[in-house]
């Protein structure tokens, strides 16, 4: 058996034709600017390691889990003006993410998770869309707020701000430029009341809102930091996992 049967791009059909694998997990990230001193690939990495140590835990739990190879594009139609900002259009990722389910559903894999790794994915309305034609049980998980970030930072910010260059900072030391380097991610907020408080909404032009392309000050990132929220949002959704693992999709109410 693989070192690691969980991953499946490590994984060769010799332990998937002896494994009876219970949930598939989607990360999906993006390919954006984070400031200065984040790289492009920052969501689609955060994305795929907490899903990694989530299904290390939740594997060795007893749960049968597989980490399918991380999707790297996001929606970012407000970034189109930032080179090499990647945009892939929610109609596309709803094709995509059926595409998945079914080759799942033909096999045998009842259950799917998206872990998303980018605040402007958002897979709720797609699996609406997709659960009543697709017989494979579709959920979605925004790994950023499923631990509140509060105790674990000063101020966790949006778009590579202190949270997201913390985790950057314990995952991948090599790919963060020294901190000096980076903005201080200030963003301007509407003019308009209502979208400023955020109870109404809009997408934001991220040019003219943000000058170094980050939404939240840097400054005070720790790798240390960084590892705490880790473990704590990695323990809680391989919680999950193990829970859905052994859920009864026609059972789901209590
Ligand atoms: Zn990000």
Not at 190 to 199: I, P, Q, S
Request: net charge negative; aromatic share 10%.
């Amino acid at each position: 058996m693989a070192a690691d049967p969980y991953i499946l791009s490590h994984t060769t059909w010799k332990t998937v034709r002896g494994t009876d694998y219970q949930v598939a997990i989607l990360p999906w990230g993006a390919t954006e600017a984070h400031n200065y001193h984040l790289p492009y690939g920052t969501d689609a990495y955060e994305a795929a390691h907490v899903a990694a140590e989530s299904a290390k835990k939740a594997w060795d739990a007893g749960a049968r889990v597989v980490v399918l190879p991380a999707i790297p594009f996001g929606v970012n139609t407000g970034q189109l003006d930032i080179r090499l900002c990647i945009n892939m259009n929610p109609s596309t990722q709803a094709a995509v993410l059926a595409d998945v389910a079914r080759s799942l559903e033909s096999q045998g894999i009842p259950k799917l998770v998206v872990l998303n790794g980018h605040g402007g994915n958002d897979f709720r309305q797609m699996i609406r869309e997709l659960q009543p034609k697709c017989g494979v049980f579709v959920c979605t998980v925004n790994f950023w707020n499923c631990v509140d970030p509060k105790p674990y930072f000063d101020e966790p910010g949006d778009h590579g701000g202190e949270l997201e260059t913390s985790l950057m900072m314990h995952l991948a030391p090599n790919l963060v430029l020294p901190l000096d380097e980076a903005g201080d991610g200030k963003a301007k907020k509407f003019k308009v009341a209502g979208l400023r408080e955020g109870w109404a909404w809009a997408p934001r032009e991220w040019t003219k809102v943000t000058e170094d392309t980050g939404v939240g000050n840097p400054a005070a990132a720790t790798a240390e930091k960084g590892k705490k929220f880790f473990e704590a949002v990695t323990d809680r959704v391989s919680g999950f996992l193990v829970d859905l693992a052994s859920a009864d999709v026609a059972k789901m109410y209590e």
